[in-house]
């Protein structure tokens, strides 16, 4: 799977894992201070809430004193607080955004409708009735979880959604465990304030009455603790929960897992031993506080280890705050210095006609026409699309990572399709305004093909005496492959002369070669032959720049990228002789263009087919990366501006 979109899986499962307990212990505090009989006892209990959040210093900097109004608007509604709950389920929302072809439709549907039900309650509405609220907010995400357990496939992204909420979950619990009340193990507890506090804290988890279930009426610190940390059947222990990861963990790493994937492991397991060998009088032996916290930081670094491990990032930066910051992925050049990041936002907008002499039957449609969600850099950010007749459809990615929509009609006489859609880029520039190298990482592709296959000619990509000769005189210099890479480019430049009409789809690289002449499918294939006999994998690629008036081609080749000489498929265009930056729009890639030809398909009868085709590609904006479109949420930075109106 994808880095990104596993990352993203990751940050659902956090997320309304934390929107849940938030929600849980918000509305269970706010019984508690309806109960008090001090009128000061609410504002020590909502200080102590907020300071075990870590919220403490934000809220300050929002309100100037702590009160019951003030603390329900901080933790709901305030949009300035990152962890109210309108902004973990916006930040869930904005992930299952990016991953929506990996979701089901009612698990998309389902989070989409619970934001936009809350995005605009007010103050006056929370007042009213907080504790509705608190309720329809719990209900939408048990809902929510309900819905991902019955509707999602038991794949990867599965496993990463409950590897995320399990982690979210160990440590939700083992702050609430963190409480005054329970430092001590006293036997029993007999003041009222103390019982409502330990009751407060089983029904922040979720988990008075099955407690009751276990010990009876009997309460004490003692059994709580013991309960809640290591009840090994109770879903929402410590004990429980990290036993979860760790056996997810297994099951991602997979037999042939690397050391890293052992050093996340190893982490896990020691965590597990620790909780399955401890008991609870040894806790209370060490400090409550002493052995909780040190949970907390080891869980920290658990974290930090997965996020390196599997999303590529540097860590995550998890503390004792549910607030979390996290390192932008590191891209092949991440450590270059001065360089200067540039994005565009691109609207295309293609239409096909096709048109057969008499009615056809059975009539079958592929479209490889739009890019998927996520590639690289490069992300959708909305697409609609519009077809007469109407047709049969499903989508589908192919082995290369490819986008595939297909299209069914019983009997036509022509169809007609419109696609509009926006794609937002980004490219990096150096000090000298120059492209600096950059591209794809093979972890940042869904393609499953192996790099050896892009190495192997095609009926397409084929050969000749002259270009034999052209790629052994290439390989005699013994010139590093980021400058053979280069040298081809130009060649195929210099060689080649753009004129349509000369060539045809089914034109082999040797005989476009020989003509000297086509259009940039014949170019992209003499640069594939050139680079494959050269010994460098190189692939495919079919998109989108701004005025050619029809789709484009180029050629991506796997390089040595950066000072750690990671390999990037890096993308040249052999049309306009340059490396690729923000005005160019992948859509496919493949060996040659059979694999990624835009439209293909099969129909019943003997009538000819006619197609026509209009491509408009306009650039909305481009400039500098901050002065843009922010970037998606991945780990907690709020997203899109306008992203409602998109999905609405």
Sequence with gaps: MLSRTAEMFF??????????????????????????????EPVVDWKRYLDGRGDTSSYRSLYDEISTEHVLDFLI???????????????????????????????WHHLNSFYLSLRDRTLEELKENPHQLLSEIKMGCYTLAGVFRSTLLRGEGWAFYRLGKNIERTRHTAILLVHPVLLSPDPDIRALPEYQQCIAILKSASAHQVYRKVYGGHLSPKTIVQFLLFYDRFPRS??????????????????????????????????????????VEEVFQIGLT????????????????????FFGSSGIADQPTPIVQRKRRRHPEAEMPQRRAIKAVLSVRHQFVYSYASLVSQVQTLMRLAPPQRYGRQRRLDIRWQMEPSADYRHFTDAFGNLVWQLDHANIKGMTCTIEMRVETQSFYGEDQSLIYQGISEQESDCTVDPVEFKRLTGLVDHSETIDQWASHLKERGIPSVEMAETILHQVGSHMQ????????????????NLAKGVCQDYAHIMLSLCRLADLSARYVSGYLPGEGQMHAWVEVLLPVGPEQIPTWVAYDP??????DERYITVGIGRDYQDVAPTSGFYSGEAASKLESQVSVTVESQGPAEQLLPPPVIGGKIASVGAEAQQQ
């Design 11 to 40: 940050w659902i499962g956090r997320y309304m894992e934390r929107a849940e307990y938030t929600a849980r212990l918000t509305d269970v505090h706010y019984d508690l201070h309806l109960e008090s009989a001090e009128a000061e």
């Design 77 to 107: 509604l305030n949009r300035k607080n990152k962890n109210s709950l309108v902004n973990l389920i916006q930040m869930a929302r904005e992930n299952a955004r990016g991953i929506q072809e990996q979701l089901s439709i009612e698990a």
């Design 238 to 279: 410590v004990r429980f929960s990290i036993n979860l990861v760790q056996e997810l963990l297994t099951g991602l790493s997979g037999p042939a897992r690397s050391p890293r994937r052992r050093e996340a492991e190893r982490l896990s397991g020691q965590l597990v031993s620790d909780l399955k060998y401890s008991s």
């Design 290 to 309: 002493t052995f909780t916290t040190e949970v907390l930081e080891r869980l920290d670094l658990l974290s930090h280890r997965i996020a390196n491990v």
């Design 498 to 513: 753009y004129e349509s009409g000369q060539t045809h789809v089914g034109t082999r690289a040797s005989e476009a070669f």
């Design 575 to 580: 049309t306009h002789i340059r490396r690729c």
